[in-house]
């Protein structure tokens, strides 16, 4: 093992380690780079590619969950020739580029894993962390080196660890059982009688792969969730559906305005139609018939696993290729190719495949930090592991512990890259110390309230993760851009702020108020301002009080 000097030994600026180059790791480089003066950053990735999830690695029909409008980065839009919801190589590609525009590259290194991470001199005014790093692909001949840093941000991600269930007999199966991670491509399929566990997007995924080449086809599940049509009645995009302003202030969130807790408390019926009017509409959509064991039974909003249909899912499950069960799977039958089910029945299979997501786990931390830190313990998956919860700040920073740490894309939003480009601005405001936070108590109460929502939201799904945001990103996104005195770039155009789904470019203008903010700060002795006013404009909560109102005054004078 050797060692290396932090590289901040010989500059002013602050160095900073990225621990993953997927998604939430891009975007942190880029955003820790535009403040290049401050900040020396290094980020390190465990593969040969960067864009995680969406890297070669990926499936060959694996597509955006998002509309293409709703899932780029704010400064390069996905181009309009990748079609609503690009394919992975074309999600890679649009990553790449991005890479090569902000000039990512030379401060990613390859192939090399962070395998611990210690924070040294705790205790100390100025602590810092050392990083163990593994270089090479080839255990035999990999190198270990041990790096200073000042900051260390965990951009790992929600895809970093599959979740594979253990199955009695599962390794004395005559056929081959696979993670959905581990498929490339529907020739492997081919001529296969094939059965997949899971309902959620993966699963959906692996369905509509194997049912064009396989010998037949069958998903089971435990639960039915919500897997939408691209487009609602027919023509719609979902983005106009699930990401404006208008509907996200319908719908409930554990941070509520005064004017939203009258809306839910005295106004019931308005959220409640809006979100059963969308239900009716997707079910609707599926074209399949009532009563379909793919209809889930809960409601649209109690459902963490929510995902958008594969392409030509919902034309297969018409057409009968892909067979559809409620149960799951007991067990294996030794040196057969027999599965066994908890209903009773058995099925006879060549290939299982695994469509149970992921887990979240960090493997380079201790168990005594990572307690510290407010992360769960052995990973975390939706509706699988009990009580592991995570409790950041913000979902974003520990409120116990070190202070120079910080997680980019440990939240579940509808809009995850935005999500993750917010965060990443906040984050550096908060380890330039710019950010005023409340007392620790204050946080573990904000935590707690969240958690507690998230429960009682997706209580239909599984155990609370603290770490779920899905239709109450629009909230998040408010309570960020407040927390860093930004203007909320509100348009003052009532339809187009309350009706026009949302668009990463409505981020861009983040990096320069920050600055002038910084500006401001250093001329009036540390007093912040936000550097754009918008003036009052007539908001959708305005808009629902005057309905009120006028409902009010006709029937009661």
């Not at 070669?56 to 780029?72: K, M, V």
């Not at 089971?220 to 487009?231: G, N, S, V």
């Not at 149960?327 to 060549?350: C, I, K, Q, W």
Request: charged share 20%; glycine share 8%; with cysteine.
């Amino acid at each position: 093992m050797s060692s290396a000097s932090s590289p901040s030994s010989t500059s002013n600026r602050r160095s900073v380690c990225i621990i993953g180059a997927g998604v939430s790791g891009l975007i942190s480089a880029k955003v820790f780079l535009e403040d290049g003066d401050k900040f020396d950053i290094t980020v390190y990735e465990k593969t040969s590619d960067i864009a995680g999830v969406w890297s070669d690695r990926a499936y060959s029909t694996l597509r955006t969950n998002n509309a293409r409008h709703t899932f780029g980065f704010a400064d390069l839009d996905i181009p309009k020739e990748f079609g609503d919801y690009p394919t992975a190589p074309q999600m890679r590609s649009y990553f790449n580029a991005y890479a090569d525009k902000f000039k990512l590259r030379e401060k990613i290194i390859l192939n090399t894993t962070v395998t611990n991470v210690v924070q040294i001199s705790e205790g100390a005014s100025d602590p810092k962390w050392e990083v163990t790093i593994r270089s090479g692909t080839d255990t035999a001949t990999a190198t270990t080196t041990e790096v200073t840093y000042d900051y260390v941000i965990v951009a790992t991600g929600m895809f970093e660890q599959p979740f594979i269930p253990i199955f009695e007999n599962a390794d004395s199966f005559k056929g081959t059982i696979l993670h959905s991670s581990q498929v490339r491509d529907k020739a492997e399929f081919k001529d296969k009688r094939v059965l997949i566990i899971g309902g959620g997007k993966s699963a959906a995924d692996m369905a509509t792969l194997a049912c064009g080449s396989a010998l037949s086809t069958r998903m089971i599940f435990r639960k039915a969730h919500w897997i939408i049509p691209e487009y609602v009645m027919g023509k719609i995009s979902t983005r106009w559906v699930l990401y404006s302003r208008a509907i996200s202030n319908v719908l409930p969130y554990y941070k509520m305005s005064p004017m939203k807790t009258f809306l839910h408390r005295h106004l019931p019926f308005i959220p409640r139609g809006v979100v059963n009017f969308i239900k009716n509409g997707i079910v609707q959509d599926m074209h399949i018939q009532k009563g379909h064991v793919l209809i889930p039974e809960g409601t649209l909003l109690g459902d963490v696993s929510i995902c958008m249909e594969p392409k030509g899912f919902y034309d297969a499950v018409r057409k009968e290729l892909i067979t559809f069960n409620k149960t799951s799977v007991r067990g294996f039958v030794p040196h057969s190719n027999t599965v066994l089910f908890d209903d009773g029945t058995s099925g006879e299979y060549d290939v299982v495949v695994m469509g149970t997501g992921f887990l979240q786990g960090f493997r380079f931390f201790s168990s005594k930090l990572t307690s510290l830190l407010g992360l769960p313990s052995q990973g975390c998956q939706s509706g699988r592991t009990k009580n592991a919860l995570f409790k950041l700040y913000r979902h974003i920073v520990p409120i116990n512990g070190p202070k120079n740490i910080g997680f980019v894309g440990f939240a579940e939003a509808l809009t995850n890259a935005s999500c993750y480009e917010l965060q990443a601005h906040w984050l550096t405001e908060y380890f330039l110390g710019h950010l005023q936070l409340p007392s620790s108590s204050s946080m573990d109460a904000d935590i707690s309230s969240h958690i507690k929502h998230e429960a009682a939201q997706y209580r239909e799904t599984g155990e609370p993760i603290g770490m779920v945001i899905l239709t109450g990103f629009r909230h998040y996104f408010d309570v960020l851009v407040s927390d860093l005195k930004v203007s909320h770039g509100l348009s003052t155009n009532f339809m187009s702020e309350n009706f026009s789904p949302f668009n990463p470019t409505q981020l861009r203008y983040i990096q320069k108020e920050k600055v002038a903010l910084r500006s401001s700060r250093s001329q009036q002795g540390g007093a912040a301002t936000t550097t754009r006013s918008v003036l009052f404009y007539f908001s959708f909560y305005h808009f629902l009080l005057l309905v009120a109102a006028i409902l009010i005054a006709f029937f009661y004078f």
